[in-house]
């Protein structure tokens, strides 16, 4: 392998944009987020679903607080 094959480090000091293009580019992407922020949600309910329904059956006693008729004396 020579050194002109060699993988280089780059890094980007800076973006030439004009405004306009900047402008249309973060509208595009904040309507791009929506659908991809619905999915997410979907997604994170239905753990949270799933979870909630199992250890609110396993625990589901320990956090309804105290019936009346145990403080009976």
Do not use: W, Y
Not at 6 to 15: C, F, L, Q, S
Not at 55 to 60: Q, R, T, V, Y
């Amino acid at each position: 392998m020579s050194d002109n094959n060699a993988n280089r480090e780059v890094t980007v000091v800076d973006i030439k944009m004009p405004f306009i293009s900047m402008v249309v580019f973060l509208v595009k992407l904040s309507i791009a987020a929506i659908p991809a922020l619905i999915i997410v949600s979907f997604i994170l309910g239905l753990l949270s679903a799933l979870f909630g329904g199992l250890f609110g059956g396993m625990f589901g006693g320990m956090f309804h607080g105290f019936d009346a008729e145990m403080h009976r004396f």
